[in-house]
């Protein structure tokens, strides 16, 4: 371990006082520690990307390294300082990163790699356990990035942002509200599913019943979305009798049973009108797995496209777009 800007005595104390190597015996592992290297990169550079695999986990030494949604700086999500450690997780799930992380000055960093870092823990279990607390604080993290998501909601909950018909959230919520959404999930490595959803043949509502009624059954199917959702769930007035549904954390086979749940709902609760008769309406929709990287425009295209073929399929029924269909509108 060499570097003109750290010197060799100074990297025991650093290491000693950082979460990973608290109370590890140095003298245990020198042989790991003398394969390692020191790194150094200049202010502004990438050290980790979502769209490489990491081998490595990086101890700063000096400097600053900033932990972030895209790799041009504005709002870093957190500040990684000297003792702390990146990388983690990545190389214990060999997943690609699910964030930048870039250099806020020039820093010097430890770099160990995945196989002198296995036999570190084998050789010192306090750094096992160390290991442990580290993740469990970036788990902890996550799941304050998600009780933020709740919170989101419930802010804008109180403007003046709700379809006044249906009781849901309108398109200016869900236009600003869904691409955060989806960068929380982005950050923490969520899952998350589209459900685009379509009263069928609501022409004919209005024709036979009367707008009155038409405006009835959307109020009601608004009533219904609301009652079924999760509270993460986040669901919008996509326009005319369209509703659209971000389902956070949840892969593509939980969203089907969740929009198949409220597609019977509906179907099994009628509009009971005011002269004394029921209305039994049904609906289509259209789903849609999302995945890093991809856009909200293309997510709603794959999803508005599954949603054309569960009308053309003869409705009452969810479509289920191929999860290439994200790529494929690109």
Same mark, same amino acid.
């Given at each position: ?6 010197? @060799? ?66 709002? @870093? ?28 000055? %020039? ?71 869904? @691409? ?67 389902? @956070? ?6 969203? %089907? ?66 999860? %290439? ?6």
């Amino acid at each position: 371990m060499k570097n003109a800007d750290v010197l @060799p005595d100074q990297v025991p104390t650093i290491l000693l006082e950082s979460k990973l190597f608290h109370g590890v015996d140095l003298t245990a592992i020198e042989i790991e520690l003398r394969e390692s290297q020191i790194q150094s990169i200049e202010a502004g550079q990438v050290l980790l990307d979502p769209k490489h695999i990491n081998t490595h986990i990086y101890l700063v030494l000096k400097g600053e390294l900033m932990v972030c949604l895209e790799p041009r700086v504005v709002n @870093p999500l957190v500040r990684l300082g000297v003792g702390d450690c990146v990388g983690e997780l990545s190389i214990i799930d060999a997943s690609p990163p699910s964030a930048y992380v870039v250099s806020a000055e %020039q820093t010097h960093m430890l770099v160990i790699s995945k196989a002198v870092l296995w036999r570190m823990l084998a050789l010192q279990q306090v750094m096992a356990l160390n290991l442990l607390h580290v993740l469990t604080h970036r788990i902890r993290e996550n799941n304050v990035v998600l009780l933020g998501s709740l919170e989101l909601q419930r802010q804008y909950r109180n403007k003046a942002e709700t379809d006044t018909l249906t009781g849901l959230h309108n398109r200016a919520w869900f236009e600003e509200v869904f @691409p955060k959404q989806l960068e929380l999930c982005e950050r923490t490595g969520q899952h998350a599913s589209l459900l685009m959803v379509d009263i069928d043949h609501f022409k004919k509502v209005n024709d036979q019943y009367g707008h009155p009624c038409g405006d009835e059954a959307l109020r009601h199917i608004g009533s219904l979305l609301r009652r079924n959702l999760r509270s993460t769930d986040l669901c919008a007035r996509y326009g005319g009798e369209e509703m659209i549904i971000l389902m @956070p954390g949840t892969e593509i086979s939980q969203g %089907q049973l969740t929009a198949d749940r409220l597609r019977e709902s509906i179907a099994n609760t009628p509009l009971h009108l005011q002269d004394g008769r029921q209305l039994v309406l049904q609906v289509s929709g259209g789903l849609a797995q999302w995945q890093a990287g991809t856009a909200l425009t293309d997510l709603i295209r794959a999803a508005d496209n599954a949603l054309y073929e569960a009308k053309e399929g003869g409705r009452n029924q969810i479509s289920v777009s191929p999860l %290439q269909s994200t790529i494929e509108f690109n």
